[in-house]
T-cell receptor, first 113, second 114 residues
């Protein structure tokens, strides 16, 4: 069966520090991968999605970036964190094809101080 | 483009009462529709989905939803609320035609009163 992992589970970082969040998927090949941010009371905001290695689509211009160095690995990064980057970050995967639902990881709670 | 509107950011029901969470969508092409549930500090879990075929879909934990094209709605229901149903629920829409993105509603927090 397929599983999705995210780490770390929680993170507290000072403003201006770098960020690296990692997501890996097991048990499937060539998935679509997604990064979402969930801020209190604002639902899910799609940040990036990827349909293959090295293929990243950005939905929101900001100081975050994403990379997909391997088929089942998706990384969210920042060179300098802002206070507004605080939130709950969720990684998700789906099979190719519009009918397929997304499966979510456990999330990373990021607090920027 | 597509969008999702969830009416009511907070809904309270008594244990054993009917649960009704409302979702309306806007889509330029036939949509695929989903309901997810999120417990505190966890990821989202799929409850049910509509793609094609039967408009009444059944999901996990006794939930079901009906796709009504004429009303552009996909409301989530459960006949009898249980304390364990207390969570946040998200409606989502995805366009047909190979489009990869999903648009989520802003969520409805369900409180179950004993």
């Amino acid at each position: 069966s397929q599983t999705i992992h995210q780490w770390p589970a929680t993170l507290v970082q000072p403003v201006g520090s770098p960020l690296s969040l990692e997501c890996t998927v097991e048990g499937t090949s060539n998935p679509n991968l997604y990064w979402y941010r969930q801020a209190a009371g604002r639902g899910l905001q799609l940040l990036f999605y990827s349909v293959g290695i090295g293929q990243i689509s950005s939905e929101v211009p900001q100081n975050l970036s994403a990379s997909r160095p391997q088929d089942r690995q998706f990384i969210l990064s920042s060179k300098k964190l802002l206070l507004s980057d605080s939130g709950f970050y969720l990684c998700a995967w789906s099979l190719m094809g519009a009918t397929y639902e997304q499966y979510f990881g456990p999330g990373t709670r990021l607090t920027v101080t | 483009a597509q969008s999702v509107t969830q009416l009511g950011s907070h809904v309270s029901v008594s244990e054993g009462a009917l649960v009704l969470l409302r979702c309306n969508y806007s889509s330029s092409v036939p949509p695929y529709l989903f309901w997810y549930v999120q417990y505190p500090n966890q990821g989202l879990q799929l409850l049910l989905k509509y793609t094609t075929g039967a408009t009444l879909v059944k999901g996990i934990n006794g939930f079901e939803a009906e796709f009504k094209k004429s009303e552009t709605s996909f409301h989530l229901t459960k006949p009898s609320a249980h304390m364990s149903d207390a969570a946040e629920y998200f409606c989502a829409v995805r366009l047909s035609g190979g489009y990869q993105k999903v648009t989520f509603g802003t969520g409805t927090k369900l409180q179950v009163i004993p």
